[in-house]
DNA sequence: GTCTATATTCGGATAGAC
DNA sequence: GTCTATCCGAATATAGAC
């Protein structure tokens, strides 16, 4: 592994979990185990570097976030609560998410233009979702998706907020499961009439149990 | 009005502006209006300034939160709702919340304390609320709230997240109205039979789930 | 390409005068 | 109580040797 992959995979890791402005080019090169002459070889300083690392990090996120589209997950319905329920180390905090509160990192525009296109990426599927979860009948028509995906993106975003907050995994898996909760209420006050005809199966089986 | 208290007051803008990592005792001072020795007078340093400061904010955040009890406000269901749509600057993020994200916050002892506590009692009052709107009949017997005071806190911060990535407040005002909309939908499923509990009639059909 | 040495500024705090 | 002067180390980067 080059000298240039070593530091952009450090500097990922620190971003996480101290953020740009707390990252010294010091820290990265340390843990990359690289001197100093080559960092400044290959990236023209910290920022350079910042924003090679945390553009690949955005690119494996919006891959995760792809859940929602796969057609062979399940129904839109389905695929909504699955992607919900991804495993997320929630006293990690999101590596993206994370940025919105760094200063330096808004302030950047390189920095925040990577943060705004991740979100965008991922709130487009989830708007896709939700509006063919709609015309499936799985969720009532009254139901806004440009709405619903901000929602649901900020309990995943949020519970990271409280699962840091009190140093615990448990608030984050709790708001996923109240969340996954509000869907199914939600979804089973559809009226029946409007429900799509290729899927006209018994109701009721939907009741996976988590603890 | 004091040193100490003009000390504080910057203390507490600047934390929310750059969180505690980021700013430097220099940029308190300055903004503040007062010479460095003022400082180190009335206080150990910028850890202990920053404990005062974060106090006062917490207090003020929890004074807020007291409108989930607020009896005069209305029914527990609409004092829910009420909260969630207090305004909010979504793009200056939370004065508490934030402190989760900055390394040296969530790693100071008492700090991390602090952000705990103002946590602790947001959810306790939300919990209170949701088990209130459950016996009143506005939520189904099913909802958990521990579960849905965690997911609501979530979508507040999590609000926060997305006006930030996005440097505008739309995102946050969308994501509070995807939650009030999930609330009354999933408030339109209670079965009839259990609401209001000054009627009570016959209960326990609840156990059967949504069919 | 990679290293060590060196500048420069800032963060954080102390000392002591007024 | 408040101010200015000053110290020490870290953050960021440049220079130039190997």
Redesign the pocket.
Known sequence: M???EKLTDAMSELLWERG????????V?TRA??????????F??????AVASLSAVSGTMADEASVLEDVEAGTPLERMKAYLRLPRPGTRGCRIGRMTQDP?SVTDPDLARIVQGAFATMLGRWEDAIAAAVAAGELPGTVVPADLARTLSAVIQGGYVLARAEGDQAPMDAAIRGAVALLDATSASVDPSARESRAPRERGDQEEGRS
Chains 1, 2 share one sequence.
């Open positions: 080059g000298a240039r740009y402005a707390a990252t010294s080019p010091r820290d090169m185990g690289v001197g100093q002459g080559s960092m400044y070889h290959h023209a300083g910290k920022h350079d570097l330096q």
